[in-house]
T-cell receptor, first 112, second 117 residues
């Protein structure tokens, strides 16, 4: 039973445009969400996170939106750059457990 | 530059052989995680330790996998006997929720790519 789902395995976007990556979850106990970015032959690295008490968190070109009623979050990258080409993993956790449940990832390709 | 290190980076072995993967967490981190990345399941949590004690290994196939932390600087993941379905990339991560700049951030190593023939 996949508690965290990323239904788009891949996404291609033109440089300069917006990239939108989506993530859905089923467990209402999750109250903290993270996005990790992964380049080939490297481990995932933290990108941005959001607590369930917020509906938006922004860090430079990256914004994460959380819709608790829909159990849905999205990562927006504006403007997209070729260096953003990577696999993006969504993760969810319940505060205090420090235990992530990851999605299957979305491979983003930003075309120059 | 503190980082998680993993050895070996690549391992090719034959079915039935024992495989041991090693991880050196970031010095001072009290929590260590083992994940497996597959195409179908994404990143699955296999096990994790806090202060060297196992907290949860429910994601691990018990009959063939074992995880230990002999000391604070070394975590091991062992598969015996290995099977072709174990082929995947295995990641170690470490963290300390009390120290993290970003809440609950985990720091990942580069992974061990395991191929079981």
């Amino acid at each position: 039973d996949q508690q965290v789902k990323q239904n788009s395995p891949s996404l291609s976007v033109q440089e300069g445009r917006i990239s939108i990556l989506n993530c859905d979850y089923t467990n209402s106990m999750f109250d903290y969400f993270l996005w990790y970015k992964k380049y080939p032959a490297e481990g995932p690295t933290f990108l941005i996170s959001i607590s369930s008490i917020k509906d938006k968190n922004e860090d430079g070109r990256f914004t994460v939106f959380l819709n608790k009623s829909a159990k849905h979050l999205s990562l927006h990258i504006v403007p997209s750059q070729p260096g953003d080409s990577a696999v993006y993993f969504c993760a969810a956790t319940t505060s205090g457990t420090y235990k992530y449940i990851f999605g299957t990832g979305t491979r983003l390709k930003v075309l120059a | 530059d503190a980082r998680v290190t993993q050895t070996p980076r690549h391992k090719v072995t034959e079915m039935g052989q024992e495989v041991t993967m090693r991880c050196q967490p970031i010095l001072g981190h009290n929590t260590v995680f083992w994940y497996r990345q597959t195409m179908m399941q994404g990143l699955e949590l296999l096990a994790y330790f806090r202060n060297r004690a196992p907290l949860d290994d429910s994601g691990m196939p018990k009959d063939r996998f074992s995880a230990e932390m002999p000391d604070a600087t070394l975590a091991t993941l062992k598969i015996q006997p290995s099977e072709p379905r174990d082929s995947a990339v295995y990641f170690c991560a470490s963290g300390d929720p009390g120290q993290a700049f970003h809440q609950d951030e985990q720091f990942f190593g580069p992974g061990t790519r395991l191929t079981v023939l």
